[in-house]
C-alpha cells in the first residue's frame, strides 16, 4: 500500500517532468474507468501486472525503452529516493519495505529475465503471468475500483489506493498541500525578543557627527548650485515635439530610404485619389454633358481617364471595372519601368549669373530716340560729331557730305563730292572746324565755315598755302599727291588706291589714311600744316583694316584683320600685338584712358582688350547675329557702344579703374533698335556725343538717329 | 431739385447713383447759377456738368450763350467722370460736393499761318499788338496783328535763334526796342518806331552789333526795367549787355554809320560794336536758356543739365540744380512767380519749386509730350497756366490742377521749335515748317 503510494508518488514526480505522462495520469485520476479506452487499457495492464517496461503508461508497446524514457527515468531514480527518504524520515513506522530489493537500478535489466528481481531472502521473484488485454477488460469492467488499481513495476504487483491517497494526490494535483489539516497561512509568531535587555554591545556616547550637518551634502549641494549657475544641469527641458511625419510625402528623398544603400529607389506612388473621385464630388468636378461629348474629339491619351460621377450614397457605386487592369498595369510599370536615379544638382539659375550692377544705377546711358536726321538719299556710311557737341557731319554713298545742328536735326550744308563716303572725320580742335572726308581715291580736308571769322581766316590760310605745294609734292612723292580743289575750296589728297579710312590726332595737325590694297603704301600719315606725307610703315602683315591714334601718348594702333599692332610713333617699333582670336576685324575704338582697346569683328563679337593685362582679350561679348560695323567709347562716360547689321545698337557700361588691380566691369545696357535693314546692311555706324551721354546711329535707311538718356 | 433728365445722361441713368453738388464760380454775375444744392447723376462727366450748367444759366437768363465750362473740386480739374474722380481722391459722395466752374479752354485754330522762308526759331508775343519772330534765314519780323508782316529786320549772317521785345518802361507802346540773337555769334539791337505803312514791309538796320560770343548765342533775356539785356550762348558763357547807355551812343554811331557807310565795311562796323558789361561763368556746357524776372536774379538752364539762379549785381552764383537732362528751356512763374518750369532731352516738362527745402524733386512732371520740349512758358497772369511746345509737333496748355493737358495745338506738321502767349488769349507757335501759328480764345481768368 505505502509502495503503492510511493509508486504514485514516483509517478506524479515523472508527471512533473513530462507533461505527457503526467496528462495520463490525470485521465486515470479524474476519469471513470469504462469511459475512455486508453484507461482501460492501463487498467488492464495493471491487472495483469506484467513486468512491462516503465514507458508502457504511456508509450506504445511498440517502442520500449527510447532514450528520452530512459532518460526520465534516470531523472526519477534520484527523485525516488528524495521522496523515499522524505517519506522515511516522515513517516517510517507506517512503511512497509518493498518486496523487491534491486534497488535502484534500471528496470530494463530485468526485462528479459523470469524474475523481476530479489526479495529480502536473497530469492528471486518470479515475474507474474501477464493478463492479455481482453481477460484485463473484463476484469476491470467488473471491479469497481479499477480505477483506483495501479500497476507498480518495480514489485511487479497490483496496488490499490485508498480513498485518502487518492485525496492526497488530487490535493497535491491541485498545487495544495498533501494533508487537508495542515494550515499553510498560520498567524506568524515572533520568536524575536525585540525589547532591550538592558546591556548595550557598545556604552560609547553618540558620536557629534549625528549632530552636525553633513559636509558631504554641503559639498554636494554646492557642486550642484555651480553646475546650475553654469547651466549644466537644466531644469526646464524643451518639450518633446509630437512626432509628425508627411502622410503623403514623397518618400524618395527621405532620409530613412538613404541607408537601405546607394541602389534603393523607391517605386513610384501611384497617384492619389482627389475629390473629384469622390462618390458625391461637388458640382464644380462634374462635367456637363457637353464637355463628355468633348471628350470623345480628344485623341485617346488626352481624354481624361475618369469621368466624374454622382452617387447617392457610398451603397449604390458600382464595383470599379478598371480595377483589375489598373493594378496590372501598375503592376507592370513597377517591375518592367526601369527606375534610374537622376542626378539633378538643385541650382538656381540665377545664381549662376555674374553679379552685375542694376541698370538704374549705371544712368545715364542713351535708352530712347527721340531725333531723326533725316535727307541722305542714300545709306549713311559715316557720321561724326563735332568736339564741342554742336555740330555733327555725316557721309552717305549718296556722295553727299551733310553737316546738321544736333540740337533741331537741322541739315546746314551739303557738298555733293560725287563717290561715295568711307569715312568721315572732324578735326578734334575746337577752333579748327574742318572735315577730312575720304571719298574713293581721295581724301578731302575739307572747311565747313561754322568758325567765326578769325577762325575762318586761319583755316584759308591753313588750307590756301597749299595752292602753290602740290605740283612740288607730286612730283617728289608719288604717294599721295595735294591738290587744291577749286570746287569745293578744300585740299584733295590723291591716293593711289580706294582709301577707306581717315583719322585725326589729337592735335589736329596728323591724319592717318589707310590704304587697304596699298601693300607696302596702306597706312600713310599725313601732316596738314606742312602738307607733308610720310610711310612709316613699310611692311604690314595682313591686310590693314583700320588705324587710330593712341588718345593721349604717341602711340598708334593698327589693325588688320587678324591682330592689332601697336607701335610708338617716337621710338618706332612695335610695342604690341594683341591677338584678337575673331574671324575678321571690322573696327576699333580705343578707351580715352588710352589703356583699353575694344575690336569689333564681322562674325558678331567683340573683344575688350586691357593692354596691362594681356595681348588675349580680357573679355568677348558675343551679342549681335551679323557683323558689327562699328564700335564706339564715350570720351567721359562710362559707356560703350556697338552696332551691326542686325539693324541694332548695343551700349554696354565699361567702367575703368584707376586701380590696377580692379578689372574693367563691363555691364550690357541697353539694345537700341528703331533702323530698318536695306540691302542686308543694318547700321553702319555709331558714335558717342562727345559732352552728352547720347548715341547717334547711322542707317543703312538714310537716316541717322539719336538716341538720348 | 433733380436733374436725372437734364443732366445730359439721359433717362435711362435714373437708377445711377446721385451725387448732391453745389455750383460756385468767381466768375461774372452773368455766368453765376443759383448756389442752391443740386442731385446729379454720379456717372457725370464734365460734359454733362457745363450742360447743366448752362441750362441752368439759360433758366436764369434767357439770352445765355451755351459755352463750355471746366470743373473744380478741392483745386483739382476733373477729368474723369464724377464718381471715379471722387472715388481716386476718396472725396466722400455723402455731403454736398462744392464745384468751381470756369471758362473751359477751346483754342481756336487760326486762319491763315504766317509763311516764312525758313524755320521759325524765335517767337516773342510781349506786345499785344505786335509779333515778333526769328528765323533760320536770319531776319526776324514783325507781325501786326499776327497777320502782315510790317517790318523786316535783316542783319545777321546766321540763323536767328533768339528775338526778343526789351520793353522798357521809357518805351512807348509803339516804338520798339528789339534785341536779337543769332548763331552768327552776335546779338543786334534794333530801335524803330511803329509807322503807319502796311503796304510793304519796312526793312529796319540794327543800330548795334554786340560781340563777344565765342559761339553761338542760344537765347536772350532783358531786365524787367529795359536797361540790361543777358544772353546765354554756345560757349556756355553769360553776357549781360547795357543797352541803356549804348542807346545814345548807339544813336550817335547810327549816325556817324550813315554818314560812313560808303567807306569801307570794317571800319564802320568797329565803330557800333559794343561789348559786354560782364560776363557770368559757371556752366559747362552750352546755356539754352535765359530768363531774367526780377532785377536782381538770372536764372539760366544749361544743357550741362543744370538749373542756376545769378545774382546780378555780384555776379556770383546763387543757386545750382542738376536735374539730370539736357535742358532747352526754362521759365519762371507760377504761384508768386518763383516755380521753374524746363523741359529739354525727354518728353516731360518738370516744374520745380525751389522755396522747398532739402529735395530736387519736380514737384509736378507732365508727360505727355512724346519727344525733346522746345519751349515752355508760363501764362503771365495766371498762377496755374503754362505751355509747353515739343518737337513732336505739338503745342500743349497745361494746367497745374491736372494731369492731362487742358489743350492740344497740333496744326504743326514738323516740329515746334517756340511758343509763346500772345495777349494773354492766345497761343502764338513757329516751328520747321516755316509757319508762326496763332491759337486764340485760349482765355484764362
Redesign the interface.
Known amino acids: 500500500m505505502v509502495a503503492a503510494a510511493a509508486a504514485a508518488a514516483a509517478a506524479m514526480g515523472k508527471s512533473r517532468r513530462s507533461s505527457k505522462n503526467s496528462d495520463r495520469l490525470e485521465q486515470e485520476i479524474d476519469e471513470k474507468p469504462a469511459a475512455n479506452g486508453d484507461v482501460e487499457e492501463a487498467s488492464d495492464r495493471d491487472e495483469e501486472s506484467q513486468p512491462s517496461d516503465a514507458a508502457s503508461l504511456s508509450e506504445d508497446e511498440g517502442s520500449p525503452g527510447s532514450p528520452v524514457d530512459s532518460e526520465e527515468d534516470n531523472w526519477d531514480v534520484s527523485d525516488d529516493e528524495d521522496h523515499r527518504s522524505g517519506e522515511e524520515s516522515d513517516s517510517s513506522e507506517e512503511e512497509v519495505p518493498s518486496r523487491n530489493t534491486i534497488g535502484d537500478v534500471p528496470l530494463e535489466w530485468y526485462k528479459d529475465e523470469e524474475h523481476i528481481g530479489y526479495d529480502v531472502a536473497g530469492r528471486k521473484i518470479k515475474k507474474q503471468a501477464r493478463r492479455d488485454r481482453i481477460e484485463s477488460f473484463l476484469a476491470g469492467v467488473d471491479d469497481a475500483k479499477n480505477w483506483r488499481k495501479i500497476y507498480d513495476e518495480y514489485n511487479d504487483e497490483e496496488v490499490e489506493l485508498t480513498k485518502e491517497e487518492v485525496k492526497i494526490i488530487s490535493r497535491m494535483l491541485k498545487g495544495k498541500t498533501p494533508h487537508a489539516g495542515v494550515d499553510p497561512y498560520a498567524p506568524y509568531v515572533d520568536w524575536f525578543v525585540w525589547d532591550d535587555k538592558g546591556h548595550p554591545l557598545s556604552n560609547a556616547p553618540e558620536p557629534k557627527r549625528r549632530f552636525v550637518p553633513s559636509k558631504w551634502e554641503q559639498k554636494k549641494v554646492v557642486q550642484y548650485v555651480r553646475a546650475i549657475r553654469k547651466g549644466l544641469i537644466k531644469f526646464d527641458k524643451p518639450k518633446e515635439e509630437p512626432h509628425v511625419y508627411l502622410l503623403w510625402g514623397d518618400d524618395s528623398s527621405a532620409a530613412e530610404n538613404k541607408r537601405h544603400g546607394l541602389s534603393y529607389i523607391p517605386a513610384p506612388k501611384p497617384k492619389l485619389a482627389g475629390h473629384e473621385e469622390s462618390y458625391n464630388p461637388s458640382v464644380e468636378y462634374i462635367p456637363t454633358q457637353e464637355e463628355i461629348n468633348s471628350y470623345q474629339l480628344m485623341y485617346e491619351e488626352d481624354r481624361p481617364k475618369f469621368i466624374p460621377r454622382r452617387f447617392e450614397s457610398l451603397r449604390s457605386v458600382p464595383a470599379y471595372e478598371k480595377a483589375l487592369k489598373e493594378n496590372f498595369d501598375r503592376c507592370l510599370d513597377l517591375y518592367l519601368c526601369p527606375r534610374t536615379r537622376k542626378k539633378r544638382i538643385n541650382i538656381d539659375p540665377e545664381s549662376l549669373k555674374p553679379k552685375l550692377p542694376s541698370r538704374k544705377d549705371l544712368r545715364p546711358y542713351p535708352r530712347t530716340c527721340y531725333l531723326e536726321y533725316r535727307g541722305h538719299t542714300g545709306p549713311v556710311k559715316t557720321i561724326s560729331i563735332d568736339i564741342s557737341g554742336q555740330w555733327m557731319a555725316s557721309g552717305s554713298f549718296d556722295g553727299t557730305v551733310r553737316v546738321w545742328e544736333i540740337e533741331t536735326s537741322r541739315c546746314l550744308r551739303v557738298w555733293n563730292v560725287g563717290e561715295a563716303i568711307k569715312h568721315i572725320s572732324w578735326n578734334p580742335l575746337p577752333e579748327l572746324p574742318v572735315l577730312a572726308i575720304s571719298a574713293g581715291h581721295d581724301v578731302l580736308i575739307l572747311d565747313t565755315g561754322l568758325g567765326n571769322a578769325e577762325e575762318q581766316a586761319r583755316i584759308n590760310e591753313l588750307l590756301h598755302v597749299e595752292e602753290s605745294k602740290p605740283e612740288e609734292d607730286g612730283g617728289s612723292t608719288p604717294v599721295v599727291s595735294w591738290v587744291r580743289d577749286e570746287k569745293y575750296d578744300c585740299i584733295r589728297l590723291k591716293h593711289l588706291k580706294a582709301v577707306t579710312t581717315v583719322e585725326w590726332h589729337r592735335k589736329g595737325d596728323y591724319f592717318t589714311t589707310v590704304v587697304p590694297s596699298g601693300d607696302s603704301r596702306a597706312i600713310l600719315i599725313h601732316q596738314l600744316s606742312k602738307k607733308h606725307t610720310q610711310n612709316p610703315f613699310k611692311k604690314l602683315h595682313g591686310l590693314p583694316v583700320s588705324a587710330v591714334f593712341h588718345p593721349t601718348r604717341s602711340i598708334f594702333f593698327i589693325s588688320t584683320k587678324k591682330n592689332i599692332r601697336v607701335y610708338d610713333l617716337l621710338k618706332q617699333k612695335l610695342v604690341k600685338k594683341l591677338e584678337t582670336g575673331v574671324r575678321e576685324v571690322s573696327s576699333i575704338a580705343i578707351h580715352p584712358g588710352g589703356d583699353n582697346v575694344i575690336v569689333g569683328s564681322k562674325d558678331g563679337k567683340m573683344c575688350w582688350f586691357d593692354m596691362d593685362l594681356s595681348s588675349k582679350s580680357y573679355k568677348t561679348l558675343k551679342a549681335h547675329p551679323k557683323d558689327i560695323t562699328n564700335v564706339a567709347f564715350h570720351r567721359s562716360y562710362p559707356l560703350f557702344a556697338s552696332c551691326s547689321d542686325d539693324c541694332t545698337a548695343y551700349v554696354f557700361h565699361g567702367m575703368v579703374y584707376s586701380d590696377l588691380n580692379q578689372n574693367p566691369l563691363i555691364v550690357p545696357l541697353e539694345i537700341l533698335r528703331g533702323h530698318t535693314s536695306s540691302d542686308g546692311r543694318g547700321v553702319l555706324d555709331c558714335k558717342f556725343h562727345p559732352r552728352q551721354p547720347w548715341l547717334f546711329t547711322a542707317g543703312a535707311d538714310s537716316i541717322i538717329k539719336l538716341y538720348c538718356h | 431739385m433733380d436733374f436725372g433728365v437734364a443732366g445730359g445722361a439721359g433717362g435711362s441713368e435714373e437708377a445711377a447713383r446721385r451725387v448732391r453738388v453745389r455750383f460756385t464760380t468767381k466768375l461774372g454775375p452773368p455766368l453765376r447759377v443759383p448756389s442752391a444744392p443740386l442731385a446729379v447723376p454720379s456717372n457725370l462727366t464734365r460734359m454733362g456738368l457745363s450742360e447743366i450748367v448752362n441750362l441752368l444759366l439759360e433758366n436764369t437768363c434767357a439770352e445765355h450763350e451755351t459755352q463750355p465750362f471746366d470743373f473744380l473740386i478741392d483745386g483739382e480739374l476733373i477729368r474723369l467722370p464724377l464718381e471715379e474722380f471722387l472715388l481716386a481722391k476718396g472725396i466722400s459722395a455723402e455731403k454736398v460736393l462744392e464745384i468751381e466752374y470756369i471758362k473751359a479752354v477751346a483754342p481756336r485754330k487760326q486762319q491763315d499761318p504766317c509763311l516764312h522762308d525758313d524755320?521759325v526759331?524765335s517767337v516773342d508775343g510781349s506786345n499785344p499788338s505786335y509779333i515778333l519772330t526769328g528765323c533760320?534765314d536770319g531776319i526776324a519780323r514783325l507781325w501786326k496783328g499776327g497777320a502782315a508782316c510790317t517790318h523786316i529786320l535783316a542783319g545777321h549772317s546766321g540763323a536767328i535763334t533768339s528775338a526778343h521785345i526789351i520793353n522798357g518802361k521809357v518805351e512807348s507802346e509803339n516804338r520798339f526796342h528789339i534785341a536779337t540773337g543769332s548763331k552768327d555769334?552776335t546779338l543786334r539791337l534794333w530801335k524803330f518806331d511803329d509807322a503807319e505803312h502796311l503796304e510793304h514791309p519796312v526793312n529796319i538796320r540794327e543800330y548795334k552789333i554786340l560781340q563777344g560770343h565765342?559761339?553761338?548765342v542760344q537765347s536772350i533775356s532783358s531786365d524787367p526795367s529795359g536797361d540790361m539785356i543777358c544772353s546765354g550762348s554756345?560757349d556756355s558763357s553769360i553776357k549781360l549787355w547795357d543797352v541803356k547807355n549804348s542807346e545814345v551812343q548807339g544813336d550817335t554811331v547810327s549816325i556817324k554809320k550813315r554818314k560812313l557807310v560808303s567807306d569801307t565795311a570794317n571800319h564802320v562796323e568797329s565803330q557800333f560794336e559794343g561789348v559786354a558789361a560782364s560776363t557770368l561763368v559757371g556752366h559747362s556746357?552750352?546755356v539754352s536758356s535765359i530768363v531774367w524776372p526780377e532785377r536782381e536774379t538770372i536764372y539760366s538752364a544749361s544743357?550741362d543739365h543744370s538749373v542756376r539762379q545769378w545774382d546780378v549785381p555780384t555776379g556770383q552764383e546763387m543757386w545750382n540744380m542738376a536735374c539730370?537732362?539736357?535742358l532747352?528751356c526754362l521759365d519762371i512763374g507760377g504761384e508768386s512767380s518763383a516755380l521753374i518750369a524746363a523741359g529739354g532731352?525727354?518728353?516731360i516738362l518738370r516744374i520745380w519749386d525751389p522755396r522747398k527745402p532739402g529735395t530736387l524733386a519736380p514737384v509736378f512732371q507732365f508727360s505727355t509730350h512724346s519727344?525733346?520740349i522746345s519751349a515752355c512758358k508760363w501764362h503771365c497772369k495766371s498762377w496755374f497756366h503754362l505751355l509747353s511746345a515739343s518737337?513732336d509737333g505739338k503745342v500743349m496748355l497745361w494746367d497745374l490742377r491736372t494731369a492731362w493737358p487742358l489743350a492740344i495745338v497740333d496744326s504743326h506738321k514738323e516740329?515746334v521749335?517756340c511758343a509763346d502767349w500772345w495777349k494773354n488769349d492766345s497761343v502764338i507757335s513757329g516751328g520747321?515748317d516755316s509757319k508762326l501759328l496763332i491759337c486764340s480764345g485760349v482765355s484764362i481768368q
Open positions: 524755320w526759331s533760320y555769334r565765342t559761339s553761338s554756345w556746357q552750352s544743357w539730370g537732362k539736357v532747352n532731352s525727354d518728353p519727344s525733346w518737337y516740329k521749335l520747321a
